[in-house]
């Protein structure tokens, strides 16, 4: 509905209606979202089309019926169960305490020059370190079971989320920090009020590169010293040559990375929903 009054200057223009808001753009979003929502549709079945194309042309690629199969047989004996259980209990562990001593150190090293001068070289020296390549040593010191795979997920997420998490913190824009300041704000306030909310995108991009790095050093720690989880499960199927086996196993790292990455997204737009994206 349109209703208009003038007030000697100009027409004072209200639209009221179920799907816009004073200013039209309320519709936009829901309109951005459900496009991207079909093009997510479209990437997906076309990827399954080339995959059934490529396995019907002579490659050595199980069909994606038979990697169905597999997965179907795998959950009716509980083997996909306890895999998934397995896998997905170590990376959530290594995961959180990976970040959230990320976020620590990564703050302390952007708030004061000292820590940051006695840390940095040290973080920086590890990060050139595969986490993978630790492994061999942490399999002497702490043995082959859940503690070695745990810590190298940890190594590999927090190396990955503190150096972003210290990076969002030095490039608070500093007009911010003064002008508190200026109101009277002590450094526990500002630190709060002004240097987190204003770290939060980058603490959410670097746990998100993060739980990538997560999953790529459980399944390479699994394939050394597990006796249950995904990355076992595709050793032991190598071993016989059960391509359906390892396509399942690749598919449900896949699939759970892609629902905690996106689990992560929807955490990031309602903690920076302040912030204007595009």
Same mark, same amino acid.
């Given at each position: 509905?349109r209703?208009?009054?003038?007030?000697?200057?100009?027409?004072i223009?209200a @639209?009221?209606?179920?799907?816009?808001?004073?200013d039209g753009?309320?519709?936009a979003?829901?309109?951005k979202?459900?496009? #991207?929502?079909v093009?997510?549709?479209?990437?997906?079945? =076309?990827?399954?089309a080339?995959w059934?194309?490529?396995?019907?042309?002579?490659?050595?690629?199980p069909?994606?019926?038979?990697?169905v199969?597999?997965?179907w047989?795998m959950?009716?004996?509980?083997?996909l169960a306890?895999?998934?259980?397995?896998?997905?209990?170590?990376?959530?562990?290594?995961?959180?305490?990976?970040?959230?001593a990320?976020v620590?150190?990564? #703050?302390?090293?952007?708030?004061?020059?000292?820590a940051?001068?006695?840390?940095e070289?040290?973080?920086?020296?590890?990060r050139?370190?595969?986490?993978?390549?630790?492994?061999?040593?942490?399999l002497?010191l702490?043995?082959?079971?859940?503690?070695p795979k745990?810590? @190298?997920?940890?190594l590999?997420?927090f190396?990955s989320?503190?150096?972003?998490?210290y990076?969002?913190?030095?490039?608070?824009?500093?007009?911010?920090i003064?002008a508190a300041? @200026?109101l009277?704000?002590?450094?526990?306030?500002? #630190?709060g009020?002004?240097?987190?909310?204003?770290?939060?995108? #980058?603490?959410?991009v670097g746990?998100?590169?993060?739980?990538?790095?997560?999953?790529?050093?459980?399944? =390479?720690?699994?394939l050394l010293?597990?006796?249950?989880?995904?990355?076992?499960?595709?050793?032991?199927?190598?071993?016989?040559y059960d391509?359906p086996?390892?396509f399942?196993?690749?598919?449900?790292?896949g699939?759970?990375?892609?629902?905690?990455?996106?689990?992560?997204?929807?955490?990031?737009n309602?903690?920076?929903a302040?912030?204007?994206?595009?």
């Amino acid at each position: 509905m349109r209703s208009e009054r003038h007030d000697g200057r100009r027409p004072i223009v209200a @639209v009221t209606s179920a799907g816009a808001t004073r200013d039209g753009n309320a519709p936009a979003r829901p309109r951005k979202n459900r496009t #991207f929502l079909v093009l997510n549709i479209i990437s997906i079945v =076309a990827g399954i089309a080339i995959w059934w194309g490529l396995s019907l042309a002579g490659l050595q690629f199980p069909t994606p019926v038979e990697v169905v199969s597999a997965a179907w047989k795998m959950t009716l004996d509980g083997t996909l169960a306890t895999d998934v259980g397995a896998s997905l209990g170590r990376v959530l562990a290594g995961f959180a305490l990976g970040s959230v001593a990320a976020v620590i150190v990564g #703050f302390v090293m952007g708030w004061y020059t000292v820590a940051r001068g006695l840390f940095e070289p040290w973080i920086q020296f590890f990060r050139t370190i595969p986490p993978l390549a630790m492994l061999p040593l942490v399999l002497v010191l702490m043995g082959i079971g859940e503690s070695p795979k745990i810590f @190298v997920i940890f190594l590999a997420a927090f190396l990955s989320c503190v150096i972003s998490t210290y990076q969002g913190v030095v490039n608070v824009d500093k007009t911010l920090i003064n002008a508190a300041r @200026v109101l009277g704000a002590s450094d526990g306030t500002i #630190f709060g009020r002004v240097v987190v909310p204003a770290s939060t995108p #980058f603490i959410l991009v670097g746990m998100r590169v993060g739980l990538g790095s997560a999953w790529g050093t459980l399944v =390479a720690a699994e394939l050394l010293a597990a006796q249950a989880g995904l990355g076992h499960r595709m050793q032991s199927a190598q071993l016989y040559y059960d391509l359906p086996t390892i396509f399942v196993g690749i598919i449900a790292i896949g699939v759970l990375g892609l629902i905690m990455d996106r689990l992560l997204m929807i955490a990031g737009n309602k903690l920076t929903a302040w912030q204007e994206n595009r």
